[in-house]
């Protein structure tokens, strides 16, 4: 099968991870990178042996069939925008865009002009959460009742040198790290039906604690703590709690409550790990190995596969079926979690109006086949 020739927007430490990653599927080559700094531009395509562009180069280039959106979200629109005008499929880095108004404009520009936009993340296919999938499509634990998600932390000031944008709105625990978990609710339980939250930010601002700008303060602009209820359309009522605002806990990534028996998922940020079993009688226990490739460790004793979704949307232009990191489910993902923002900033309800299909699920076959 011919390989789709990809290009890269966006030169930052994101791009590292597609870059080396992308040789181990069989359908994607890199071509070439671009930035608005052609110095990073330069710099990344000397490290991975990739040609640098402008970005105004690379949207022209003829030999180039999918552009991935690298760039910081909240230029994610215009950028997948251009990309989409210029004739080129698109693949984003979640989350898709910061406003729902403008998910659905991509959604009809790339319908006008029969192009696909793919969007992180694509961790739902990993080994851990497909076989959670598989475990709940097989009825092993009955009907979901509920669930519960928390993504809770201390914030990113505490590592991170240049935090200032994760405090800012677009960004927050729920626009940053929410589409792992809403993602993967989607891809387990399907849509959600409507939302409430109450969202806070407990503190004005945040102290930078590491490189060259140690003990500068970042102001607070986004709510960072938020406790939110989700009503799923198949009636699965989901507890999830993001918060940066929290020194420690001990509440578990995912867990879902059936009629017989309860899963407990590993993070969604990661494709790998242990998913594990309880049932009435106190014992819980993992599930079976199952050999899914995508949760063979691969880098740094863990199972990092990102690019799979990239390459499973160039598969399925090949083989004209639809792709599973969609731009339906990304645009519902954001209904979601702007919805959320909403439902907090007004104490209330708020029903959702857009809704998805669950994406397929990927059997250990099917990601083999996307493997080089």
């Not at 070439?32 to 330069?42: E, G």
């Not at 009629?259 to 049932?279: H, K, M, Q, R, Y």
Request: glycine share 8%.
């Amino acid at each position: 099968m011919t390989q789709l020739r990809v290009g890269i927007i966006g030169c930052g430490n994101i791009s590292t991870t597609y870059l080396s990653l992308a040789p181990l599927f069989r359908l994607l080559r890199m071509v070439a990178v671009a930035d608005l700094n052609m110095d990073a531009a330069n710099f990344r395509a000397a490290q991975y042996g990739v040609r640098a562009e402008t970005v105004a180069d690379l949207l022209a280039a003829k030999d180039i069939d999918i552009i991935v959106n690298l760039t910081i979200p909240v230029v994610h629109f215009e950028v997948t925008r251009q990309i989409l005008q210029a004739g080129k499929h698109a693949y984003s880095e979640k989350p898709l865009v910061l406003d729902l108004s403008e998910a659905e404009e991509l959604r009809a520009l790339a319908a006008a002009r029969n192009l696909r936009v793919g969007v992180a993340p694509d961790t739902f296919l990993g080994a851990a959460h497909q076989q959670a999938r598989a475990a709940i499509d097989k009825g092993q634990i009955g009907n979901v009742i509920g669930g519960t998600c928390h993504v809770m932390d201390r914030g990113m000031e505490s590592w991170h040198p240049n935090p200032d944008f994760f405090y800012q709105p677009g960004a927050g625990p729920i626009l940053d790290i929410g589409p792992y978990y809403v993602t993967n609710l989607i891809q387990l339980l399907g849509p959600v039906k409507s939302v409430a939250s109450l969202a806070t930010a407990a503190f004005k601002e945040r102290l930078i604690g590491s490189g060259d700008r140690a003990g500068e303060k970042v102001p607070v602009a986004t709510p960072t703590n938020i406790h939110a209820l989700l009503q799923m359309a198949n009636g699965t009522t989901i507890t999830l709690g993001a918060s940066w605002d929290v020194q420690a806990h001990r509440h578990t990534h995912m867990e879902l409550y059936g009629e017989d028996a309860s899963l407990f998922l590993p993070d969604p940020n990661f494709f790998g790990g242990t998913v594990e079993i309880g049932t009435g009688d106190g014992s819980i226990k993992p599930l079976p190995d199952w050999n899914h490739p995508f949760g063979v460790n691969n880098q740094d004793d863990r199972a990092n596969y990102r690019c799979a979704g990239l390459a499973d949307m160039a598969t399925a232009i090949v083989e004209g079926r639809p792709h599973r990191c969609s731009i339906d489910l990304a645009v519902h993902a954001v209904d979601v979690m702007t919805s959320i923002l909403k439902a907090g900033e007004e104490r209330r309800f708020v029903d959702l109006t857009t809704t998805c299909e669950r994406p397929a699920a990927l059997s250990p076959d099917e990601a083999r086949a996307l493997l080089a």
